[in-house]
């Protein structure tokens, strides 16, 4: 099968402190891989690390079989990876709507001239990005907060709006970073759903979780990161079975 | 111009500088404790210098009891405003504390316009005026006296934050807030406390500097200005590196000002202070790892 | 545009029509004329800073590029005003993107004591180079515009002039609000982070903004140049920085709208305060620090406010009713 991301020999490290080391993996098209590890495994930071936010000490990024390393964020996301954050990033002084229209960003063309100008090409496009924010809305369920600003959605509606406005930028790799967090089990039913719906429309999904039901319900693979280190990779059962896996996360046995 | 004539600049250079590096550490002790950078801070200087020559000239009292009365009013001044305009701030942004930071300096500028008039003033020198000749330049008694108030404002200051309980709690505060408020450092306090002490320091500054430099309403700007580009090029948050970063600002400004052009001689900190910000932010005893954990 | 914005544009158009016509007195046409100038500035300054988030306390070095641009090339170089006004907004674009590219990459208190560095060093600039500028003491026989056969000579004529272009940027920029890039500079206000991480290149588009509104800076300061026909350092000093953020600032970054309440507010205080001459900066401090302390969101943010207020007393009311 094809992999979509490729992760080799990655290290970061702020000052002294080693956050990933040496970690390698793969995301296959059409997978829905999890990272999982206890708090300070690096999880976030390779996140930042695909995503262009921070740079790497050494090792490679290849997404669709091309180098992304030290490419800048908004390179990266209109090669087609979006992201959600784990806490959450909004557009607090922005309509629920516009916060996805945004989203649209790298896929339309219009510059500050035509926008201003409102030539006809720049109307037609304005359309179409309303129609495709809304879509994305419908999706997630939030067609009908549109017009609110984002900053007074509740908390697990706030996590779905993110959602919605990675998905506008129609990617073909979508990294949630602990998208459950702050949810209760019935929210994040919904969410594991959603996420499997985005899987059926054809997107890769890397996410970082620690709600461990979440991840083993709708994970294909998963990764195991311990201090910086890949201390195991697998599906679901086999990872649950892994003596590291169970030592780092119980505490080494006597 | 002969080997005096350098001397001559250069010794005028360090006294200059030794005001900016002050006024820089006012600066640094604010921005340690709040993250503000207060864009007041140059006329607390101006203050100082105001209060200080309408004491001895307008109401005739002696120097060494005028000095204090000064720096205690402005010291005054500065508490007043991080209680009235800092302190009922909820969550404010970086633009609404610089903007209120600016508002105070109009405040006090217009104050000072009040109540002195657009007039220059002149302060007597603290003691005799007759230069003092050192390797063929001269230097006045008042720089003297200047550079050994420098002295001491450091001495204490290094004492107050080495040595003292108040002065660890500052320190406390600077390196990380909640934490320091999480072992009981009264952090609402402390903050009041650094925009006392900023302007305690920036009175001194205006009180020293003002035999030799003349006074009037508008002084503070560009003395608040050439002192940030000081904190700035010695790492902002720094004290000692202020310091040092004032006296190197003040000789490349006397050296420009002597040798190429006085025109463009108050452009020399600006251009440092560009330079500085565009090339190493971190300034020059800072490190790049610690300026990006700032909040810029 | 959105149908509030086309309401509000009408008001203003049609008070604009107006007001002439019931205030004669061109002693006030003229304060008006300023407040026009003024306008050009800040609504570009209320797309940097409320928009985009960006301070900038140097603006008065891109409005004294304008002027001293037109005013050189008018006196000095034999241009006619109308080429020179738009000579004046190349170099402009050109000062700002050139220094926008370093000092943008700087955020907070570094982004306005470098943009301050910057005006204060232009200003120093222009007391110096006494063979171009005339130095501290300026220079004066400045063409006026001609427009056609019209000569752009009484106060009613720059009211028009002035006026007209104030209508145009306005419109240009509130479409420009609310269009892809114009969500894209807000999105930088809300969370750069996940600005870029949605593919918007945050430094392009801050430069963009920058430029802008150097540019509409730049046609104030050209207009300036030609309606008063001399000018000297004094006028594009810190002072007038502070100034045109003051005026975004009172108003309410939230919306150009904001802005353009701020300027007349502000442009109208020293008429306000003749009583106070020169104490007027007294008044100006105070009254910023009031607001900023109080209702930092501006006198539109406040509006709104008591209008939310209001409605949830009603909503209250109706509830007990029922």
């Known amino acids: 099968m094809e992999s979509i991301l490729e992760v080799r020999n990655l290290v970061k490290r702020f000052g002294g402190l080693v956050a990933v080391s040496d970690v390698s993996f793969r995301v296959q098209r059409g997978q829905i891989k999890a990272i999982i590890g206890p708090n300070g495994a690096g999880k976030t930071t390779i996140f930042n690390l695909i995503t262009g936010v921070d740079s790497p000490t050494a090792g490679e990024i290849r997404f669709k079989n091309s180098e992304i390393n030290g490419l800048k964020p908004h390179e990266i996301a209109a090669k087609g990876i979006s992201r959600t954050f784990q806490n959450v990033q909004l557009f607090d002084n ?55 600003l984002a900053v007074n959605l509740p908390f697990g509606q706030q996590r779905l709006l993110e959602l919605a406005r990675a998905l506008a930028t129609d990617p073909e790799l979508l990294l949630l970073d602990e998208p459950a967090a702050g949810l209760n089990s019935f929210e994040a039913g919904l969410l594991a759903d959603l996420i499997l719906k985005i899987r059926e429309h054809g997107t890769t999904i890397l996410l970082v979780e620690h709600d461990m039901e979440l991840v083993m319900d709708i994970s294909d693979e998963i990764v195991v990161l311990n201090y910086g280190k890949k201390i195991a990779e697998g599906t679901p059962v086999e990872v649950q079975n892994d003596q590291q896996v169970i030592n780092a996360y119980l505490g080494e046995g006597p | 111009m002969g080997g005096s004539g350098i001397l001559q600049l250069i010794f005028s250079g360090i ?88 508002a105070a300096s109009i405040l006090f500028k217009g104050g000072a316009m009040f109540a002195w008039g657009k007039q220059t003033f002149s302060l007597p020198h603290f003691s005799s005026e007759r230069p003092i000749s050192i390797f063929g330049a001269t230097i006045l008694p008042q720089t003297v006296w200047i550079l050994g108030f420098i002295a001491v404002v450091v001495l204490l200051l290094a004492f107050f934050f080495k040595a003292t309980m108040v002065g660890k709690a500052m320190r406390a505060c600077a390196a990380n807030r909640s934490a320091a408020s999480l072992v009981g450092v009264n952090v609402k306090e402390i903050v009041l406390l650094s925009f006392a002490l900023s302007a305690a320091i920036g009175a001194v500054a205006g009180i020293i500097i003002a035999p030799i430099a003349l006074m009037d309403y508008e002084r503070g700007m560009i003395l608040g200005l050439k002192g940030f580009s000081a904190a700035v090029l010695g790492g902002l948050g720094n004290p000692v590196g202020a310091v040092v970063a004032g006296f190197l600002i003040g000789i490349v400004e006397a050296l420009c000002a002597g040798l190429l052009s006085s025109h463009y001689k108050d452009a020399v900190a600006l251009i440092v202070l560009l330079a500085v910000l565009f090339i190493r932010p971190s300034g020059l005893f800072g490190s790049l790892e610690a300026s990006r954990l700032k909040k810029f | 545009m959105g149908a509030k914005n086309r309401i509000s544009l009408g008001v203003l158009v049609g008070g604009l029509v107006l007001l002439p016509l019931f205030m004669r007195n061109p002693y006030y046409i003229g304060v008006m004329v300023f407040i026009g100038l003024y306008s050009l500035i800040t609504i570009g300054l209320s797309l940097l800073m409320g928009y985009a988030g960006q301070i900038s306390l140097g603006h008065a070095a891109f409005f004294a590029t304008g002027a001293y641009t037109s005013g050189i ?130 430094s392009k588009h801050k430069i963009q903004v920058f430029v802008l509104s150097a540019i509409y800076a730049s046609m104030a300061g050209s207009l300036y140049a030609h309606f008063v026909t001399f000018i000297s350092p004094s006028s594009f000093d810190l002072k007038f920085s502070i100034l045109v953020v003051t005026m975004v600032v009172v108003g309410g970054m939230s919306s150009v709208w904001g802005a353009l309440v701020g300027t007349f507010l502000l442009g109208l205080l020293p008429e306000l305060l003749r009583n106070f001459r020169d104490y007027d900066i007294l008044v100006y401090g105070f009254v910023l620090l009031l607001i900023m302390v109080f209702t930092p969101e501006g006198l539109i943010g406040l509006i709104d406010r008591l209008k939310g207020a209001q409605e949830k007393r009603s909503l209250k009311a109706q509830a007990k009713l029922s």
């Not at chain 3, 470098?114 to 500028?133: P, R």
């Not at chain 3, 004066?140 to 002035?162: F, M, T």
Request: with cysteine.
């Open chain 1, 94 to 148: 922005m309509t629920v709507l516009e916060n996805v229209m945004v989203g649209r960003h790298p896929r339309t063309v219009s510059g500050l001239l035509s926008s201003a100008l409102r030539l006809p090409r720049t109307k037609s496009e304005e359309r179409a990005i309303h129609t495709a924010a809304m879509e994305r809305l419908n999706f997630v369920g939030l067609d009908s907060s549109s017009q609110d």
């Open chain 2, 15 to 102: 006294t200059i500088g030794s005001i900016y590096g002050l006024v820089a550490v006012g600066f640094d002790i604010i921005y340690n404790c709040t993250g503000i950078i207060n864009f007041a801070q140059g006329e607390f200087v101006m203050l100082g210098g105001m209060i200080m020559i309408s004491l001895v000239g307008a109401a005739d009292l002696p120097m060494w009891i005028s000095f204090p009365i000064a720096v205690f009013a402005v010291t005054l001044i500065g508490a007043l405003f991080e209680r009235l305009c800092i302190h009922p701030l909820k969550k404010p942004s970086i633009l609404t504390l610089i903007i209120i930071t600016i």
């Open chain 3, 73 to 202: 090339l008018t006196t000095k170089a034999g241009f006619a005003p109308v080429p020179a006004f738009f000579t004046a907004i190349l170099l402009t674009a050109c000062v700002a993107f050139l220094i926008g590219i370093p000092t943008l990459r700087l955020k907070g208190h570094y982004l306005a004591m470098a943009t301050l560095g910057f005006g204060q060093i232009v200003y120093i600039i222009l007391n110096a180079s006494v063979e171009f500028t005339g130095g501290p003491s300026g220079f004066g026989e400045i063409p006026r515009i001609q427009l056609g056969s019209i000569l752009i000579e009484s106060q009613i004529s720059r009211y028009c002039l002035v006026w007209s272009l104030v209508i145009l940027v306005l419109i240009f920029s509130l479409n420009l609000i609310n269009s892809r890039v114009g969500r894209a500079l807000r999105s930088i206000h809300g969370s750069e982070l996940a600005a870029n991480a949605m593919g918007v290149n945050t």
